[in-house]
């Protein structure tokens, strides 16, 4: 494996939140921060090099260049314009699409041959982007799709029932954004299936499922309603995916991921799917069995994924 060392590309909210959460665990052992302003970036690495003495490892962090991509193990691209309030994450794709298509170049003529994560929204898209535009192989190339959602999913099942989330295992499939769906088939509570859960908790019922659902679907329109942007939970969801690479885990993470023939839908895309983690990339897709109605939800997440990057000709 090459070095110890991620290249963030891109220095606004999520970066830096990605890259203080890096430092304040102590994942890797070298942290690269690349941004369109090189002012910026050297800021925010002095930034946090000054609370290094109170941190869990000695870091390596520096403002760089491209070239540093060549002796990466990860490149994270969190560069890109932000969602407005009313903006759905599919809208952002024509302003992000072609900012991806010069970040992925600028990494590739480094000789960057490590695993390239993509943040940047709307993430099912530019991650298939990235990987078209890199030429890696798609176990190589991911995005943090739904993996956030999946953590908002737990809190809010967590908060009914009064029960630590991460002893919650539920996933939300399919695409970033408006058509994601719970894959309540699916989901437990320990090794309890939610409707057993249901069935002998008085906290929650059946009509709770949908406004969870709601609450997680909307999550990101309502804290950009109230603060701009969200960043603090994303750059959460970046390290534990990190640290599933670096560390070899073989853990379990929804993410933005070439479905090629796993489920029935549309193949040539990426899109949200429980995926197996470790030093290569994904070493494979996890499939589930799921109901009647997920598999059509999954179809229709699928071909709208499909028909937005047709009319950007991909």
Known sequence: MQKNRVVVVGTGFVGMSYAYALVNQGTVEELVLIDINRD????????????????????????????????AALVVITAGVNQKEGESRIE???????IIKSVVKNIMLSGFDGILLVASNPVDLLAYVAWKESGLESSRVIGSGTALDTARLRYEISSYINIDPRNVHA???????????????????GAKPMKDVINTMTEINFEDLDNIYQKVRNAAYEIIKRKGSTYYGVGMALVRITAAIFNNENRIIPISVLNNNIYDCENDVYIGLP????REGVHHVVWLELNDEEKEKLKISAK????N??????
Request: aromatic share 10%.
């Open 40 to 71: 910026k970036a050297e800021g925010e690495a002095m930034d946090l090099n000054h609370g290094l003495a109170f941190g869990p490892r000695k870091m390596n962090i520096f403002a760089g260049e491209y070239s540093d991509c060549k002796d």
């Open 171 to 189: 996933y939300i499939l399919g695409e970033h954004g408006d058509s994601e769906f719970v894959c309540w088939s699916n989901s437990n509570v």
């Open 304 to 307: 709208i994924l499909r028909d």
């Open 309 to 314: 990057l047709d009319n950007i000709n991909y």
């Open 275 to 278: 995926a197996v983690i470790n």
């Open 92 to 98: 952002l794709l024509s302003r992000n699409a072609t």
